[in-house]
């Protein structure tokens, strides 16, 4: 695939017609995609849109991006607007508004690139339908971790293996989802200068810690390959990449799987606490089953650390670039029409559970908060209960108390307000029907 995108880009750069990209979000990952567009002869970033233009002059001088001739603006609909714009990469993090982003970029008939894994976890399925209707691309980011995860399900498959799971690392220890933006410097060890000094995220690092951000990144995965959550949703069990083909495997081979064909995170933490030697905090896995004893030999003959029936084996990649990687994702989209990672169903979603005791007439503050986090679920499950979404937390009003630990309903709330987000929502529970 990239051999045939490399070409097409060098004839577009040749032919004076590079292909033209627009970025939505100059945070992190925004800066880091436009610092490798810059190395890319044939691609051109038309406009970039932030809450803040200035960010974005900021993010392009750092990133070693000329901003003669490109759009900065607070107005997303300013950039996928622009005249020739071929593709558009949502990378603000909002589930709201990347759901309207991306739709606005489907009606003119943009590619997307959904850095936004959040919005994909709320309504991925309805977006990817909306935009083979319209004859474009809606897929994933590559260098995040879902995408990557999706690739290696695709080469096992390609390969003729059987899936049992495949995942992440993180780093987690049970009572973690208790996490607040209050108390998650302590857990990464950071002085408050450190957090001051580099402007970190609350937040954000609260959703890593607490288990919502990994939940939301295995419900694009499962919605994605057609991989199962456990009916318990992820249980962060510990390993590193040696003894993977020992841990996500089903239990009744000795591992810590209720069933196979699903997906988990792994902790780079032992339940003490202690650092795993060979963690995959910041990496990708598939584990997969040898279909014949011929096959489980040539693992041992090729020195894959299988687990102890000799039947598994784990192929891992230890890092992921995050935005430097992602023009991989614009290539394939812009040039060969091809996603990175795209949802073909609705198998998995990720619903509010209660950090604390919760009050009625308490405001839910939503992902990476002081209110709720994210559990993954299998999604006939959340969908025949009504429970609330993560992705629609963030300002509903409790009608009644709910209990620390207890899964959070629609009929919890107030009646939500009419947004494209809550459209495309609903829209997504059909696709599930």
Not at 383 to 388: D, N
């Amino acid at each position: 695939m990239l051999s045939r995108a490399l070409q097409r880009l060098e004839e577009r750069a040749s032919e004076g017609r590079p292909l033209r990209i627009g970025l939505v979000g100059a945070g992190t990952f925004g800066t880091m995609l436009l610092a490798q567009a810059a190395r890319l002869r044939g691609v051109r970033v038309a406009g970039v849109a932030d809450l803040s233009p200035q960010r974005a002059r900021a993010a392009l001088l750092r990133a070693g991006y000329p901003a003669d001739g490109v759009l900065l603006t607070d107005d997303p609909a300013a950039v996928a607007g622009l005249e020739g714009l071929e593709v558009l990469v949502e990378a603000t993090g909002s589930p709201s508004a990347g759901v309207a982003h991306a739709l606005e970029a489907i009606r003119r008939g943009r590619h997307v690139v959904m850095v936004n894994v959040e919005a994909d976890a709320l309504a991925g399925p309805a977006l990817a339908r909306r935009a083979r209707a319209a004859g474009v691309v809606y897929g994933l980011a590559y260098g995040d971790q879902p995408a990557l995860v999706c690739e290696l399900v695709d080469w096992a498959r390609a390969c003729g293996f059987e899936v049992v799971c495949a995942g992440k690392g993180t780093k987690y220890l049970p009572g973690y989802e208790r996490t607040t933006p209050a108390t998650v410097w302590e857990h990464y060890g950071l002085p408050p200068e450190r957090v001051r000094d580099a402007r970190l995220n609350a937040r954000m690092f609260t959703s890593f810690l607490d288990g919502t951000k990994s939940a939301i990144e295995m419900a694009a995965v499962c919605n994605a390959t057609g991989l199962e959550p456990q009916d318990e949703g992820l249980r962060f069990p510990p390993a590193g990449a040696r003894r993977l083909a020992e841990v996500a495997v089903p239990a009744a081979d000795g591992g810590a799987l209720s069933r196979s064909g699903t997906v988990e995170v792994v902790s780079s933490l032992e339940r003490d606490g202690r650092e795993l030697e060979d963690d995959l905090r910041w990496g990708v896995y598939v584990t997969v089953a040898a279909a014949s004893d011929y096959v489980a030999g040539c693992f041992r003959d090729y020195g894959l650390a299988t687990g102890r029936s000799g039947r598994y084996a784990a192929l891992y990649r230890p890092y992921h670039l995050v935005g430097l990687e992602t023009t991989v994702s614009v290539l394939a989209a812009g040039l060969l029409g091809e996603p990175t990672g795209t949802p073909s169903g609705v198998r998995a979603d990720v619903v509010a559970v209660a950090k604390r005791d919760l009050a009625a007439g308490e405001t839910l503050d939503g992902e990476g908060g002081f209110t709720v986090y994210g559990a993954l679920v299998p999604a006939r499950r959340s969908l025949a209960s009504g429970a609330l979404p993560i992705g629609l937390a963030h300002g509903a009003r409790l009608t009644r108390p709910v209990a620390a630990g207890a899964t959070l309903c629609f009929d919890d709330v107030e009646p939500l307000p009419e947004t494209p987000a809550r459209a495309l929502r609903r829209e997504t529970e059909l696709l599930a029907v």
